[in-house]
């Protein structure tokens, strides 16, 4: 009766809203440095970080799955998100001693391990805090849905905070700072949590919310649908069918499309699991008909964020090499243009809401489908933004930094239409029984265009330059660290020989903010980048061999799902039997 007429919300809640906070302040501000780092100070090259950085991101959105069931079955929420919480700080410390020991053969290997560190405590985090929200709260309380909306902003604050802080550290200081602020921000979110978790997370009659769970009986139904299907049907027959696919779709990622071994893993997964649960007998024909529109629309959705995740990839490397930065004489750091889409979706998305409740009450709200076919087209309206930006900008010409900002406004008008409508639809297609495991799978659809994301950043056109008209500017990296290294000769003489040996070097690999005088930097980078040759790629038989034809893949890719999402809507209206 209290909670009934009770107004505000729980202190449980703003608890999870700092810890959500502080771990998202952690993630993009090492995500908004990530792809500078892999360039500039371990020198790989831009296609390769690319490919790395898709399969990192690609990987955080799958390990949910074994971290969410880990926390069902055994742990808890409060356990799995302290788990995961101080594994995600080691990730970051681990980067932290990466960047500390540059020149060295141990910082690659720190790396690996710092990202291999963030994705398994990620799994573990990532599924539990979210659902903890609802837990706060007596079922049909109507204020949950005010909840989410507090909670979705703690999110988008932290991730608008930690360009600018571990941007800053980063690329004025040094890499290693910006680590280092990422991993103490985990820190503090973990520590709160612990601290407090005991006195505000607990639900309305004042249980403990998140604990280990209880050991779970099955139900005996004899007369049910469910029961019936099951004993009609031999179930390890349906499972070794799709253990046999699985083990067919790997062979054809591997050896037929040339995936490594973790985009392979990533689609296989993926595509198997969402195979073995829509060939569930349980299921009736229409909750099999909702299930297949929460596939396709998750299908569509891939090219979406596939588009949308270049900021953290392609994007940035435009920011630091293509655009002017300039502010009244200060160079604005490349990672602080992350920052603009959480600062749009805080201002933006209260007015979402009001614009969906005033249609709706007026009935001329638009379906699901519909917003997300809006999403997917006004992502290819953004592109198209930055493509005419781009178009007269070649060579040695930097564009304005307006063109970029004004992608990421409309990208982020196209995220409000499509990313929080996805989380609703599949909640309400999906049937109750299977509500957490579909919700998985739309996960590891994110999975996927997270991993695509980074394949499409491959055709990001790098400019490649003469070594040795580099190496007379004395700012190239390695050079610099060669300079430095004067303890180990032997080292030394191979690393020189290694470096005149090639022919020539991706831009991105050069330093130029090593010249301190503003003019004398300028003047060399002119002098370089004119002499600039593009490696041309190709997607489809479409050439990608400027910044122009490389932002045009993205509008005809966008538009082209936007049109056809939309023709298809009315069919899936019809097969979501009622559900908008």
């Avoid at 989410?148 to 004025?172: D, Q, R």
């Avoid at 349906?238 to 591997?254: E, K």
């Avoid at 191979?494 to 010249?515: P, T, Y």
């Amino acid at each position: 009766m209290e909670q009934a007429v009770q107004k505000g919300h729980p202190k449980g809640l703003y608890l999870l809203f700092v810890t959500e906070m502080w771990e998202r302040f952690s993630y993009y501000g090492m995500r908004a440095i990530l792809m500078l780092f892999m360039t500039k100070a371990l020198l790989f090259d831009s296609e390769f970080a690319s490919g790395l950085y898709g399969n990192y991101t690609g990987l955080v959105y799958l390990t949910p799955l074994i971290g969410g069931y880990i926390s069902d079955r055994y742990w808890g929420n409060r356990k799995s998100i302290f788990v995961g919480g101080i594994i995600m700080a080691i990730g970051q410390f681990l980067l932290f001693f990466s960047a500390s020991s540059l020149g060295t053969s141990v910082a690659p290997l720190l790396f690996y391990f710092g990202l291999l560190s963030l994705i398994i405590g990620n799994g573990f985090f990532k599924p539990n805090i979210s659902t903890m929200v609802n837990q706060l709260y007596a079922p049909g309380d109507k204020r949950v849905d005010g909840a989410f909306s507090i909670f979705y902003m703690g999110i988008n604050l932290g991730a608008f905070f930690s360009p600018l802080v571990c941007g800053t550290l980063a690329e004025k200081v040094d890499y290693k700072w910006g680590f280092l602020a990422a991993g103490i921000g985990m820190i503090i979110g973990v520590v709160v949590f612990e601290l407090l978790k005991n006195r505000y997370i607990v639900s309305a009659d004042g249980k403990v919310v998140g604990g280990k769970p209880e050991p779970f009986v099955a139900p005996v139904a004899e007369n049910s649908i469910e029961n019936k299907a099951e004993k009609s049907s031999n179930p390890w027959a349906r499972i070794g069918l799709w253990i046999a696919v699985y083990a067919v779709l790997w062979l054809v990622f591997m050896e037929l499309v040339g995936f490594n071994f973790v985009s392979t893993l990533i689609f296989a997964t993926s595509i198997a699991a969402s195979g073995f649960v829509i060939t569930d007998p349980s299921l009736s024909k229409i909750e099999r008909s909702r299930i297949i529109v929460i596939y396709i629309i998750a299908f569509f959705v891939i090219f979406f964020w596939s588009a949308f995740e270049q900021a953290g990839a392609s994007l940035t490397l435009f920011a630091d090499q293509q655009t002017d930065r300039t502010l009244f004489g200060w160079e604005m750091p490349a990672s602080y243009f992350q920052s603009v889409n959480p600062l749009a979706i805080i201002i933006f998305a209260p007015l979402f809401a009001v614009l969906w409740g005033y249609l709706g009450k007026r009935n001329r709200e638009p379906a699901s489908p519909v917003k997300q076919a809006i999403g997917l087209f006004l992502l290819a309206i953004g592109y198209f933004i930055i493509a005419v930006g781009v178009s007269g900008a070649e060579g040695s010409t930097k564009t304005s930094m307006f063109w970029l900002l004004s992608m990421y406004l409309v990208h982020t008008l196209g995220e409000l239409c499509l990313s929080p409508i996805g989380l609703s639809m599949v909640a309400r297609l999906a049937p109750l029984r299977l509500g957490s495991l579909l919700m998985g799978i739309w996960f590891m659809s994110n999975a996927m265009a997270n991993d695509f994301a980074g394949m499409l950043s491959k055709l990001y056109p790098e400019k490649y330059v003469s070594v040795e008209l580099v190496k007379q500017e004395e700012i190239i990296n390695k050079v610099e660290l060669l300079k430095r290294d004067e303890k180990d000769k032997a080292k030394l003489q191979a690393e020189v020989e290694e470096l005149e040996g090639m022919r020539s070097v991706a831009i991105s690999s050069v330093d130029f903010s090593k010249i301190k005088d503003k003019k004398a930097q300028e003047a060399a980078y002119q002098k370089v980048v004119e002499t600039a040759k593009v490696k041309e790629r190709s997607f489809f038989g479409f050439k990608v061999n400027s910044l122009y034809s490389f932002f045009m893949v993205f509008v005809v890719m966008g538009g082209v799902a936007a049109l056809i999402l939309f023709f298809l809507q009315k069919k899936l209206l019809s097969m979501m039997h009622g559900i908008r």
